[in-house]
């Protein structure tokens, strides 16, 4: 039997699988970080894409009128809603 097992038998230590008040807020806090990355990231994706999309007439072979389709595709279906 390990130390930290003898601890939580003898009521010293909290189990890793009780609920505890602190656990919540830490799981709370965690996943509103990850929410806010997500976040983050789906900007900074949109942001790229955009600037991708500028630049594709320059691309050659690819006229106004094909950029031009391409760019709705692209924001009919990935863009923003």
Same mark, same amino acid.
């Given at each position: 039997?390990?130390? $930290?097992?003898? /601890?939580? #038998? +003898?009521?010293?230590?909290?189990?890793? %699988?009780? *609920?505890?008040?602190? =656990?919540? &807020?830490?799981?709370?806090?965690?996943?509103?970080?990850?929410? $806010?990355?997500? /976040?983050? #990231? +789906?900007?900074?994706?949109?942001?790229? %894409?955009? *600037?991708?999309?500028? =630049?594709? &007439?320059?691309?050659?072979?690819?006229?106004?009128?094909?950029?031009?389709?391409?760019?709705?595709?692209?924001?009919?279906?990935?863009?923003?809603?």
């Amino acid at each position: 039997m390990g130390k $930290a097992l003898r /601890k939580m #038998q +003898r009521g010293k230590a909290p189990s890793p %699988l009780r *609920k505890e008040p602190l =656990q919540a &807020e830490l799981m709370k806090s965690f996943n509103k970080g990850v929410e $806010a990355g997500a /976040k983050h #990231q +789906r900007e900074s994706d949109i942001v790229h %894409l955009v *600037k991708w999309l500028e =630049q594709l &007439e320059e691309v050659p072979g690819i006229g106004e009128k094909t950029a031009s389709k391409v760019t709705r595709y692209f924001l009919e279906n990935f863009g923003v809603k």
